[in-house]
């Protein structure tokens, strides 16, 4: 493996209205082990703005103005503490933000495979999110999707979705204690994509099913996706760096 997207939530990254740093701190650190020592491009994909734009200024977030308010704030502090857990591995980060306009647009999108490019031959961890400031939700409307096109336009070999759940389970686990995790998924059934999103956190979108839709989305392009949990990262290493996939779900034809 080559490229790797990495996508990681709301529900990862903050806690108790503010910035989880210790998940973080753990996240910066898988990445740095997957580049510094399977040399591996990353390209991470990070929700949080809007929760992270919570913590200064307290809004009613079911409000769109407000909720890109939030997400106005929240981007560059964001940003800030990616820049500062990173340079402790020597590693420099970018900003790239993204609406879905902007993979219709031939000239913008190939201005932006141009800049990763770059960015990635030089060694430099793109960060991806919404431009939530000028973004409707009714464009990609969460970053499960974005991950998933970011996937596909920028050849990676696989994504990883690092969220508040294991991996996908063969009924919900928070309502049946026998629920098991299916480790391989070949086929994603169009009952399970046609369900309502819905989230854990008040800050984010999507749930399990937009994770399913961008799951679905890679294998029609026979792209692999990786769901584990982001809380706890052990499953993530084991399967990343030791090459060794004792839990979480791949999805692949």
Same mark, same amino acid.
């Given at each position: 493996?080559?490229?790797?997207?990495?996508?990681?939530?709301?529900?990862?990254?903050?806690?108790?209205?503010?910035?989880?740093?210790?998940?973080?701190?753990?996240?910066?650190?898988?990445?740095?082990?997957?580049?510094?020592?399977?040399?591996?491009?990353?390209?991470?994909?990070?929700?949080?703005?809007?929760?992270?734009?919570?913590?200064?200024?307290?809004?009613?977030?079911?409000?769109?103005?407000?909720?890109?308010?939030?997400?106005?704030?929240?981007?560059?502090?964001?940003?800030?503490?990616?820049?500062?857990?990173?340079?402790?591995?020597?590693?420099?980060?970018?900003?790239?933000?993204?609406?879905?306009?902007?993979?219709?647009?031939?000239?913008?999108?190939?201005?932006? +495979?141009?800049?990763?490019?770059?960015? /990635?031959?030089? %060694?430099? $961890? &793109?960060?991806?999110?919404?431009?939530?400031?000028?973004? =409707?939700?009714?464009?990609?409307?969460?970053?499960?999707?974005?991950?998933?096109?970011?996937?596909?336009?920028?050849?990676?070999?696989?994504?990883?979705?690092?969220?508040?759940?294991?991996?996908?389970?063969?009924?919900?686990?928070?309502?049946?204690?026998?629920?098991?995790?299916?480790?391989?998924?070949?086929?994603?059934?169009?009952?399970?994509?046609?369900?309502?999103?819905?989230?854990?956190?008040?800050?984010?979108?999507?749930?399990?099913?937009? +994770?399913?839709?961008?799951?679905?989305? /890679?294998?029609? %392009?026979? $792209? &692999?996706?990786?769901?584990?949990?982001?809380?706890?990262? =052990?499953?993530?290493?084991?399967?990343?760096?030791?090459?060794?996939?004792?839990?979480?779900?791949?999805?692949?034809?």
């Amino acid at each position: 493996m080559k490229r790797l997207v990495i996508k990681v939530g709301t529900a990862v990254l903050t806690q108790d209205g503010e910035l989880a740093y210790e998940r973080m701190k753990n996240l910066v650190k898988l990445i740095a082990t997957l580049k510094n020592e399977k040399n591996i491009d990353v390209i991470l994909v990070s929700s949080g703005a809007v929760g992270a734009g919570y913590t200064s200024l307290k809004l009613d977030k079911s409000i769109l103005a407000n909720k890109q308010t939030l997400a106005a704030i929240g981007q560059p502090k964001l940003m800030k503490t990616y820049q500062e857990m990173f340079e402790e591995f020597g590693v420099t980060v970018a900003q790239m933000l993204f609406i879905a306009d902007d993979f219709d647009s031939r000239k913008r999108s190939k201005n932006a +495979k141009n800049v990763m490019e770059i960015l /990635l031959q030089n %060694k430099v $961890i &793109p960060i991806i999110n919404e431009n939530d400031v000028i973004a =409707t939700e009714e464009l990609i409307g969460d970053n499960d999707q974005l991950a998933a096109y970011i996937t596909h336009y920028f050849k990676a070999d696989m994504l990883v979705i690092l969220t508040d759940i294991d991996g996908y389970y063969d009924k919900n686990p928070r309502e049946f204690s026998d629920a098991k995790i299916q480790k391989i998924i070949n086929e994603i059934s169009q009952d399970e994509l046609d369900k309502k999103p819905s989230a854990n956190s008040k800050f984010a979108t999507g749930g399990i099913v937009t +994770k399913l839709k961008a799951a679905d989305f /890679l294998m029609q %392009k026979n $792209i &692999p996706m990786y769901l584990t949990s982001g809380f706890d990262l =052990t499953n993530a290493y084991d399967f990343l760096v030791e090459n060794n996939h004792k839990s979480g779900t791949i999805f692949r034809k």
